[in-house]
């Protein structure tokens, strides 16, 4: 069975005097406002693209290596991931890093780091992104 996940975009004028919001089909936590400035400058009001792709990019990434890790015999009891996601305008997005710190009992920090390093190449947005450069940095708590 193949599921399809939606986003809705609304935006209005010129991409540098213009602004717009994004919704997700299945969020009832509202829009989200996105505009150029935000994507070139930065903000810590107003979402990027890239802001969006780093959210999928550590979910997958999370579940991705949860699932190696449980097939592993070493079920994690904690994986927290995070995502930054470059974009230098004129260029396009440059690369994805991953961060990830996890509590997994009875793994080596070696293994872990292999483990890891498998779920980064497997995970589904991490193929999606084959066109930049996906670099991670995995550790133990």
Not at 95 to 103: D, P, Q
Request: charged share 15%; glycine share 10%.
């Amino acid at each position: 069975m193949s599921v399809t996940s939606e986003a809705n975009t609304t935006w209005t004028g010129s991409l540098m005097e213009g602004s717009g919001t994004v919704a997700f089909s299945t969020s009832h936590l509202g829009t989200f406002p996105i505009d150029w400035k935000a994507r070139s400058e930065g903000s810590d009001t107003t979402t990027t693209p890239e802001e969006l792709i780093a959210a999928a990019h550590a979910s997958c990434f999370s579940m991705a290596l949860s699932h190696a890790l449980s097939e592993n015999g070493t079920p994690p009891e904690r994986v927290n991931t995070s995502a930054s996601v470059t974009f230098k305008p004129g260029t396009g997005i440059t690369g994805s890093h991953l961060n990830v710190n996890a509590v997994v009992p009875g793994i080596t920090p070696e293994r872990f780091a292999e483990i890891a390093q498998g779920a980064k190449v497997g995970c589904p947005v991490s193929q999606a992104l084959a066109g930049i450069e996906i670099t991670l940095e995995a550790s133990l708590a």
